[in-house]
Each structure stands twice: as C-alpha cells, then as structure tokens.
C-alpha cells in the first residue's frame, strides 16, 4: 500500500504523487481514464473559462464532467474578474470535485489577451485578488497552477506563493517558465525549489516542466525536493509514463517499453471511452489528434495512421487496430 504523506485539504496523496497538468483539447474524460489505469495520483479537467461557464456555454459546461473512478479530481478555471471566478467556482462545487483549480499559467494569446491565464501574472495584486474570491467562495480546496512569471524581468514566484497561501490555497504547481518563454528553452526549477524550501511555505509544492523519463523525474525529486510532478506533453500518447516513473523510484529499475499489444489495447480502450462520452463520431474525430503520438517511432507505421485518421466508423477502427497488432 502506498504511503499517504501528502495532503490537500482532506484529500490524501501518496508520497510524491504524480498530477496529469490540465491541458486544452486534451485532459478529457477518456485521456484522464488512461492516465488513472497507468498511475496519475490527480488530475484536473480541461481549463474552462469563468465567462463561459456563467453563460451557460455549452462547451465549458461539457468540461465539467467528472467520474467517481477518476477521483480525486480538480476542475480547473480561469478568468479575469473577480465575481466571474467566484461565481463560477460555485457552479463548479455543484458537479462535487474533490478540489478547484485556478489556471494563472496558461499562455496562450486568446487567453492572455483578456487578461486571464499567464495574463494576470503582470498583475500580482489581482492574481490575489481573484484567488481570494475563489476561495471565499468555495468549501472545497483551492489550488493554483501558474508559471515562474511575465518574463525574465518579473519572476515574482517567491512572493507569490506566499501571498497566494496566505489567501488560503492548499497545493500551488509551479511550471519552471515564464510566459514569454512559451514552452520554449529549459524549465528553471531553481526558483521552483526556492519557494519549496522557503520556511514561510507550508502547502505543497509541485514541480512542471520537461519531465519526460523516469530517470529524470528521479533526478528532479531528488536535487530541487518538490512534494510531487505534474506531467503534461510527455503523458499525451504515452500513459505510461506514470507507471515508468513509479517503477524507477520504487526499484531503480527502468520498465521496458509497452509492447505493440499494450500500444493497441489502450488505443481500443481510449477510443470506446471517447466514443462512450462524446457519442461515436464525435468521439471518432476526438481520437484522431492521439494516434500519431500513440504510435510515436513506430517504423513504417505511416500507411496505418493514415487510415486511423480517414475511418469514421469504431468498429472499422477496431478492426484496423487488431490488423496493426497482427502486423506488428
């Protein structure tokens, strides 16, 4: 049995969990299953937007659903205003999360352009400001996941892991870029371990970006002694590396690579949750975005992803994916 060392809230995490980052067109229901049956300790929904759900935007509405086997899970939202987000971390409480999550990392134009997301880090009073909303707002735990800062010039996360604490968040992810960085260069998780080992800081800290091996999840537990990791990119296609990881710090032995057969069963799997969820042809175009990862090195593989793409029927999908395993 896994030692449970890590709490937030009353929500209980085994020694060093590894979290799936929320992540946009991705973190759905039928990814996050295959995540959770490899070994994601918490996961969060896709980010949903504070004005969308307000509106009653179907899409965002849509992102709410959660499922007891995924448990415990995070939504997570964003937003600029301060009602917007404490009205809309209501409506969340209503779908019985196990925690709220704010997003002040995301840096993408659209979102940072209304002056959510990576957006509100030029803004250090009203990131806490709209932290606190949440928080008064809310009975459930309050999390954020944001990024080192604007840019180079204003890395302000030592400050604002304590203000965000002091408002009352009980977990805080840190992603090692800033948002002029994108996701481009090295994450810097020097300023990541800063704010674990501040004395002032008593929530957990977890560790995002460029974890994409057991080895180095190892070797990042080890030099910078964040509570846990959030894996993003490098889950996306590869489940496994939840499991790899677990393995390699139990043991110090590295997992072979999932065979064709597991390759193939977990796309099955991936595909029925997604046609379950979004009904089949939906759900069909959903998992097209995933076979090139899924499949990733696989030699001469192109002929195969080129009829996973065109197919829109399941049982043709089904089909196809039992003659790839055959071939292979």
Known sequence: MPKFMIKIGNIELPDFPLLLAPMEDVSDPPFRRVCKESGADLMYS????SEGLIRDAIKSKKKLDIFDYERPIGI??????????????????????????????????????????????KDIDLMVRLTESVVKSTSLPVTVKTRLGWDNDSIHIYEVAERLQDVGIQALSIHG???????????????IARVKNNPRIHIPI????????????????NRYGVDGIMIGRAAIGYPWIFREIKHFIATGEVLSEPTMNERVNIVKRHLEFSCEWKEEKT???????????????????KPFRKQLVSLDNKDNLLHLLSKIEQEY
């Open 206 to 221: 977890f560790g995002n970006g460029d974890i994409d091996s057991p080895q180095k999840a190892l070797e990042y537990k």
């Open 76 to 121: 997570q939202i964003f937003g600029g205003d301060e009602e917007a987000m404490a009205m809309s971390a209501r409506i969340v409480e209503t779908v019985k999360p196990d925690l709220v999550d704010i997003n002040f990392g995301c840096p993408v134009k659209k979102v940072v352009s209304k002056g959510a997301g990576a957006g509100v880090l």
């Open 283 to 301: 759900g069909i175009l959903e998992m097209r975005k995933h076979y090139a990862n899924y499949f990733k090195g696989i030699p001469n593989f």
């Open 46 to 49: 896709e980010f949903i937007s």
């Open 177 to 191: 870029r800033t948002r002029a960085q994108m996701y481009k260069g090295e994450a810097d998780w020097t300023e």
